[in-house]
């Protein structure tokens, strides 16, 4: 299986800051990485997928890059609604792994 | 808007079954194909099983973790999914949530449900 390692876990931040979160996989899975928000008791939103490409209707201070092994989700001037927890998956292969999530929590 | 629907979790003993649905609203069900994933408490998010759209035949992959133990199916005309949980382990105690999932055109599509806890326990 592909691990998938995500960092940092917690991440303590303000309104208005740049934040990043990376993403390391075992193996190179290409650009078949995305990236997902969510808040407790909610469904998990696809924010980014093929690395770097934007869903529809996600603000555009989200941003995403990397491919191979490494990548990045970075949130651009931080949003009161953005202070969730974040996950990357691959799906390179179906049998998709997780990073362990990185909780964005308010300073 | 496209809503996925989980039910069916609940607290059972070990060695006992379970089946949870995956009601798929606002999209046409039969062009994705559906995920089962879970997270254990305090744990990540782990994949369980896959089912693939009719056109492929339906087909199936599982975890190593459930493999033999778990069944997933669909019914396209209901829009639903399910997953048979048998022989459950307390391991398997966790939030289950369903996803629908398709690329087309280069594009990729994921919508998940907001989960339904199953609890393994005596």
């Known amino acids: 299986d592909i691990q998938m390692t995500q960092f940092p876990s917690t991440l303590s931040a303000s309104v208005g800051d740049r934040v990043t979160i990376t993403c390391r996989a075992s193996q190179n899975i290409f650009s078949w990485l995305a990236w997902y928000q969510q808040k407790p008791g909610k469904a998990p939103k696809l924010l980014m997928y093929k690395a770097s490409t934007l869903e529809s209707g996600v603000p555009s201070r989200f941003s995403g890059s990397g491919s191979g092994t490494e990548f990045t989700l970075t949130i651009s001037g931080l949003q009161p609604d953005d202070f969730a927890t974040y996950f990357c998956q691959q799906y390179n292969t179906f049998l998709r792994t997780f990073g362990q999530g990185t909780k964005v929590e308010v300073k | 808007e496209v809503q996925l629907v989980e039910s069916g979790g609940g607290l059972v003993q070990p060695g006992r079954s379970l089946r949870l649905s995956c009601t798929g609203l606002g999209f046409t069900f039969g062009d994705y194909a559906i995920n089962w994933f879970r997270r254990a408490p305090g744990e990540g998010l782990e994949w369980v099983s896959l089912?693939?759209?009719?056109?492929?035949?339906?087909?199936?992959e599982y975890a190593a973790s459930v493999k033999g133990r778990f069944t997933i199916s669909r019914d396209d005309s209901n829009a639903v999914a399910y997953l048979q949980l048998h022989s459950l382990k307390t391991d398997d105690t966790g939030v289950y949530h369903c996803a629908a999932g398709r690329i087309v055109g280069g594009v990729y599509e994921d919508y998940w449900g907001q989960g339904t806890l199953v609890t393994v326990s005596s």
């Open positions: 089912i693939r759209r009719e056109v492929f035949d339906a087909t199936t």
